[in-house]
T-cell receptor, first 113, second 115 residues
Framework: NAGVTQTPKFRVLKTGQSMTLLCAQD?????MYWYRQDPGMGLRLIHY???????AKGEVPDGYNVSRLKKQNFLLGLESAAPSQTSVYFC????????????FGEGSWLTVV | AQSVAQPEDQVNVAEGNPLTVKCTYS??????LFWYVQYPNRGLQFLLK??????LVKGSYGFEAEFNKSQTSFHLKKPSALVSDSALYFC?????????????FGQGTELSVKP
């Protein structure tokens, strides 16, 4: 019953450091997403993928890169972290049809100092 | 542009009273509407969705939502609130045929249920 799993859950980075957030889903979903959550702004889409080997930009992609080498995994990378990237990051997945529910992971809390 | 609005940042309700969390939307075409709940330091949990059919949708934990096309609203309701319902609630619309069918979220409404 794992669903969508994110690692790590918490991380503190120094400005300029790099890191990768890992997302894994065990539901054989085609679509995967990375969102960030900031107070008063709801959730905003960073990048998404509609299938293995494909990725695309969302609303706020600057400063992030993603990869989806395997269907079950979706990685979010920060090449040079900035304080503006302090946020809570959520991975999500869904089957291909838009009528289906999108399921979220538990979140990754990132602080950039 | 498609958007979702939750006009109340916070809703306060006494335990046992009915609750309503408001949501309005703006989309082209037929909307796919969702409600999620977020407990402190947790992810988003799916509550219910409207795709088509009956305007009153029933979901998890006794919640329901009423789709009103003329008022472009999708308000979340519960007949009798529990203290454990206190959480952050998000309304969202799923975009069709674009950006992987992403969800567009409202800003969220903090629900506080007092004993």
């Amino acid at each position: 019953n794992a669903g969508v799993t994110q690692t790590p859950k918490f991380r503190v980075l120094k400005t300029g450091q790099s890191m990768t957030l890992l997302c894994a889903q065990d539901m054989n979903h085609e679509y995967m997403y990375w969102y960030r959550q900031d107070p008063g702004m709801g959730l905003r889409l960073i990048h998404y993928s509609v299938g293995e080997g494909t990725t695309a930009k969302g609303e706020v992609p600057d400063g992030y890169n993603v990869s989806r080498l395997k269907k079950q995994n979706f990685l979010l990378g920060l090449e040079s972290a900035a304080p503006s990237q302090t946020s809570v990051y959520f991975c999500a997945s869904s089957p291909a049809s838009s009528g289906n529910t999108i399921y979220f992971g538990e979140g990754s809390w990132l602080t950039v100092v | 542009a498609q958007s979702v609005a939750q006009p109340e940042d916070q809703v306060n309700v006494a335990e046992g009273n009915p609750l309503t969390v408001k949501c309005t939307y703006s989309v082209s075409g037929n909307p796919y509407l969702f409600w999620y709940v977020q407990y402190p330091n947790r992810g988003l949990q799916f509550l219910l969705k409207y795709i088509t059919g009956d305007n009153l949708v029933k979901g998890s934990y006794g919640f329901e939502a009423e789709f009103n096309k003329s008022q472009t609203s999708f308000h979340l309701k519960k007949p009798s609130a529990l203290v454990s319902d206190s959480a952050l609630y998000f309304c969202a619309v799923r975009v069709l045929y674009n950006q992987g069918g992403k969800l567009i979220f409202g800003q969220g409404t903090e629900l506080s249920v007092k004993p």
